[in-house]
C-alpha cells in the first residue's frame, strides 16, 4: 500500500476531524495529492487538490470555507482538515496522488490509497 488514509470517525454535525495520507515506502514529494470521497450509493467526488510545493490548493464547491488540505512534505503526509461538518459530508475518503496536479484535479490520478470512514450524524 503506498497511500494510507486514517483519521476517519464518527462527529457529530459541526465538529471537525483531520484525515491524514502517509505514504510510507515511497516519497510522493514532487507530486500532487489530493482528496476524494463517496457516500453510498453516489460516485466517487473530488474533494480538494494540493500541488507538489503547496503553491495551488483547489476545493470543490461543497467544501470550500470548511475544508483545508495542507502538506508536510518532510513527513510525506497530506492532511484535509475538515471543519463544520454536516451529514452530507459522510463517506469514504480516499487519498490520492500524482504527478500532474490537473490530473488531481480532473478525478483521475494514478496512485490511490485505501479509503477512511467519515460519519457525520445529526
Known amino acids: 500500500v503506498q497511500l494510507q488514509a486514517s483519521g476517519g470517525g464518527l462527529v457529530q454535525a459541526g465538529s471537525s476531524l483531520r484525515l491524514s495520507c502517509a505514504a510510507p515506502g515511497r516519497t510522493f514529494s514532487t507530486y500532487a495529492r489530493g482528496w476524494f470521497r463517496q457516500a453510498p450509493g453516489k460516485e466517487r467526488e473530488f474533494v480538494a487538490a494540493?500541488?507538489?510545493?503547496?503553491?495551488?490548493?483547489y476545493y470543490a464547491d461543497s467544501v470550500k470555507g470548511r475544508f483545508t488540505i495542507s502538506r508536510d512534505s518532510a513527513k510525506n503526509t497530506v492532511y484535509l482538515q475538515m471543519n463544520s461538518l454536516k451529514p452530507e459530508d459522510t463517506a469514504v475518503y480516499y487519498c490520492?496522488?500524482?504527478?500532474?496536479?490537473?490530473?488531481?484535479?480532473?478525478?483521475?490520478?494514478?496512485?490511490w490509497g485505501q479509503g477512511t470512514q467519515v460519519t457525520v450524524s445529526s
Open positions: 494540493i500541488s507538489w510545493n503547496g503553491g495551488n490548493t
Open positions: 490520492a496522488a500524482d504527478n500532474a496536479y490537473s490530473t488531481v484535479v480532473g478525478g483521475r490520478p494514478h496512485y
